[in-house]
Antibody, heavy 118, light 109 residues
């Protein structure tokens, strides 16, 4: 059974760093892409970008380029989303999702709520 | 910057049929935009309904169908059930980037 299990909710202060995770199971991690999606409370879904788990080739949407970093650890089938300096505007739910070679987005993680507040 | 547009809200009666559309600011949506459709209920993660225009994963009921219609991607719900009340999002691939539509809030009334 394919599963994407994300790390738990985080509460951080502006300027702090953060790394959240998305652990994959039930399939060959290195042959799929993992996408990251942001959802600000009460708003729609925003595509942040995607990383190929096989070689960590990462593609960022323009709005998120330079603001976040994607990474993947093939040894533990886990993808990561990282911030070096959080802003209050980063407060949102973050989802990971699997994308295959045929551009099909199929499985989703349960989401990680990130709250940034002083 | 590519903008993807969906109807903000639609209302349908139980048992009825409704079509949601997904338009792209760059022009006609084709197979090469790989339209995906997702359903999201309050407090839940999105769930994939349709990928690559019209393909249903195993968990998607047959009453959901995807197509290309009038230059847009379309999601049609036939025989709507009360549990179909939700937010629906499309996702398009264009110019090397993926872009979500703003979502359609579907009310079953």
């Amino acid at each position: 059974e394919v599963q994407l299990v994300q790390s738990g909710a985080e509460v951080k202060k502006p300027g702090e760093s953060l790394k959240i995770s998305c652990k994959a199971s039930g399939y060959t991690f290195t042959t799929y892409w993992i996408g990251w999606v942001r959802q600000v409370p009460g708003k729609g879904l925003e595509w942040m970008g995607i990383i190929y788990a096989g070689d960590s080739d990462a593609r960022y949407s323009p709005s998120f380029q330079g603001q976040v970093t994607f990474s993947a650890d093939r040894s533990i089938s886990t993808a990561y989303l990282q911030w070096n300096s959080l802003k209050t505007s980063d407060t949102a739910m973050y989802f990971c999702a699997r994308r295959d070679a045929y551009y099909n987005v199929d499985y989703w993680g349960q989401g990680t709520l990130v709250t940034v507040s002083s | 910057q590519t903008v993807v547009t969906q109807e903000p809200s639609l209302t349908v009666s139980p048992g009825g049929t409704v079509t949601l559309t997904c338009a792209c600011s760059t022009g006609t949506v084709t197979n090469g935009y790989y339209p995906n459709w997702f359903q999201q209920k309050p407090g839940q993660a999105p769930r994939t309904l349709i990928y690559s225009v019209s393909n249903r994963p195993s968990w998607t009921p047959a009453r959901f169908s995807g197509s290309l219609l009038g230059g847009k991607a379309a999601l049609t719900l036939s025989g709507v059930q009360p549990e179909d009340e939700a937010e629906y999002y499309c996702l398009l691939f264009h110019g090397g980037a993926w872009v979500f539509g703003g979502g359609t809030k579907l009310t079953v009334l």
